[in-house]
């Protein structure tokens, strides 16, 4: 139990373009989901914190208009990095965890290419 | 903000060694994770620590939760090829209403058939 998919798993875009990646939990109801950035030979390192139809809170120096984030439904939160840049050019990882559930479960990440 | 240092950063064994890395905080934390992260992969959590002194074991990995609630260390006993990837303390804080958890540096282990 405790699933949690992302797609896409790896994509390339020209800079400029938006990209939107999606998290899914596949076999619980997340009230929470957690998006990090985690750079080459890096630690992953917290982006912001969603709650199903709430807006997101975003981490200091984290730009909330350029990665809009989506909490829609239990199930599925999608981050959108807008008018991308190479610098943005990263692996995203998402989490979810529930209420009174005290772990956070991990997606499989996206690694993002921007060309 | 909270900092988990890790060390060593990176670690060259051969197969059939055991292995000792930590983690020190600059705060106290009342829970210890340690994860997991095989390349291209999201981290898979291994160990969880609630309580001081805590040792606890999951096969052959041993993390102990530190006394002083600042430090934790995982063994891996008997390492096999497939232990390869990057080892990160986590520590659990509560901010904005939220349960977040930060991240250690890592310590990336490879392991030398």
């Known amino acids: 139990g405790a699933v949690v998919s992302q797609h896409p798993s790896w994509v390339i875009c020209k800079s400029g373009t938006s990209v939107k990646i999606e998290c899914r939990s596949l076999?619980?109801?997340?009230?929470?989901m957690f998006w990090y950035r985690q750079f080459p030979k890096q630690s992953l390192m917290l982006m912001a914190t969603?709650?199903?139809?709430?807006?997101?809170?975003?981490e200091q120096g984290v730009e909330k208009d350029k990665f809009l984030i989506n909490h829609a439904s239990l199930t599925l939160s999608t981050l959108t990095v807008t008018s991308a840049h190479p610098e943005d050019s990263s692996f995203y990882i998402c989490?979810?965890?529930?209420?009174?559930?005290?772990?956070?479960?991990f997606g499989p990440g996206t690694r993002l290419t921007v060309l | 903000g909270q900092q988990l240092n890790q060390s060593p950063q990176s670690m060259f064994i051969q197969e059939g060694e055991d292995v000792s890395m930590n983690c020190t905080s600059s705060?106290?934390?009342?829970?210890w994770l340690w994860y997991k992260q095989d390349p291209g992969e999201g981290p898979v959590l291994l160990i969880a620590?609630?309580?001081?002194?805590e040792l606890t074991s999951n096969g052959r990995l041993t993390a102990q939760f530190g006394i002083t609630r600042k430090d934790s260390f995982l063994n891996i006993s008997a390492s096999i090829p497939s232990d390869v990837g990057i080892y990160f303390c986590?520590?659990?804080?509560?901010?904005?209403?939220?349960?977040?958890?930060?991240f250690g540096t890592g310590t990336k282990l490879q392991v030398i058939p």
């Open positions: 989490s979810a965890t529930s209420t009174g559930v005290n772990e956070q479960f």
């Open positions: 076999d619980f109801q997340a009230t929470t």
């Open positions: 969603s709650n199903e139809g709430s807006k997101a809170t975003y």
């Open positions: 705060s106290i934390f009342n829970t």
């Open positions: 620590l609630y309580k001081a002194g």
């Open positions: 986590a520590g659990p804080f509560h901010s904005g209403g939220y349960q977040k958890v930060t």
